[in-house]
């Protein structure tokens, strides 16, 4: 990984920069999870079938037309590796791995007559929620991440376009909103021809026992999906107008993270974590500008008050050593 992320590793401090759904894995998941020894013992189908069929079956489209993956960071990189030599247009700011995918497989970047167009959305870092007809008047094949699509209730989700249109590709995480960031478990949706060209580059076995039985399970929750998108969104409002009544300026989101403008990113994060806290420091996103920002995740409410009463210690420090 050329620009680390993902995380504290440290289970002491209070973690706002890993983006996971603050309610944590479903209740049939976390059922699964007890049955690890188990699974353990047992070889996974070598294309993760069954969790693809469960995929395809959620969204309504062929299972031909889903694979599933070790994680969707692992997605990204086979297709520029599929792509190698295309000229490429990641839209930023962005997620790093599209560029460092593009760099590693031979992808030249280019904004002039890109072959292939990367995309998040809702988009990473900012959480900005893209109308379908923009992202489909993206130039080439256009290869859009919708990790936290699911936040949003899939409303300009492309995954049932992507089916049957060989320009798409719809990237797709079960790890973030359903706080399963550990089991590496993603998937993408493309026509079948791509999606078979993609699995004859991919590992066998790419995906293990217990990421499967826990993406099945996830899929089989209707109620957890609701419950999610309401708590998140009230979570995220209050979050947002906090942030905003300590002196920072929040950006809109319909995702479950909130990116915020500040006067020094790096002394800000510095601060939060001498209190045990851990923000993310946004420099290394492709496309912002350095130390001006800084994201948090949605978290449960006596966290996030926790959160801002700190903030309204640092920042006016922060601030005025500027």
Not at 168 to 185: D, H, M, N, Q
Not at 194 to 207: F, G, I, K, T
């Amino acid at each position: 990984m050329k620009r680390p992320h993902g995380g504290a590793l440290d289970p002491t401090l209070l973690d706002f920069s890993a983006s996971i759904n603050p309610l944590g894995p479903p209740e049939a998941v976390r059922e699964v999870l007890l049955r690890a020894p188990d699974l353990a013992t047992r070889y996974p189908s070598p294309d993760a079938g069954e969790l693809s069929e469960a995929l395809a079956r959620h969204h309504g489209v062929p299972a031909a037309c889903v694979l599933a993956g070790n994680g969707s960071t692992q997605l990204i990189y086979l297709v520029a590796q599929l792509l190698s030599g295309t000229p490429a247009w990641v839209v930023t700011p962005a997620f790093t791995e599209y560029e460092d995918a593009c760099e590693a497989c031979g992808l030249p970047l280019t904004r002039t007559r890109p072959g292939v167009t990367f995309v998040g959305n809702p988009t990473s870092p900012e959480g900005r929620l893209l109308a379908r007809e923009d992202v489909l008047a993206l130039p080439g094949t256009v290869v859009v991440d919708e990790a936290f699509m699911e936040f949003a209730g899939d409303r300009e989700s492309l995954v049932r376009r992507a089916a049957e249109d060989p320009r798409l590709v719809v990237l797709r995480s079960l790890t973030k909103f359903y706080a399963l960031p550990g089991l590496r478990l993603g998937y993408l949706v493309a026509v079948p021809e791509m999606v078979e060209r993609l699995r004859r580059l991919q590992p066998p076995w790419s995906v293990n026992a217990l990421a499967v039985a826990a993406g099945q399970a996830a899929l089989a929750d209707p109620a957890y999906r609701d419950r999610t998108r309401r708590v998140v969104g009230e979570l995220r409002d209050e979050l947002t107008r906090g942030l905003r009544e300590v002196g920072l300026v929040p950006s809109p989101s319909e995702a479950n993270f909130v990116l915020c403008r500040v006067p020094d990113a790096g002394g800000l994060c510095r601060a939060l974590w001498e209190s045990g806290i851990v923000a993310r420091n946004c420099d290394s996103f492709t496309g912002l500008p350095p130390n001006r920002y800084v994201r948090f995740a949605v978290r449960p409410r006596p966290e996030q008050e926790r959160l801002l009463g700190v903030l309204r210690e640092v920042v006016p420090r922060c601030s005025a050593g500027r």
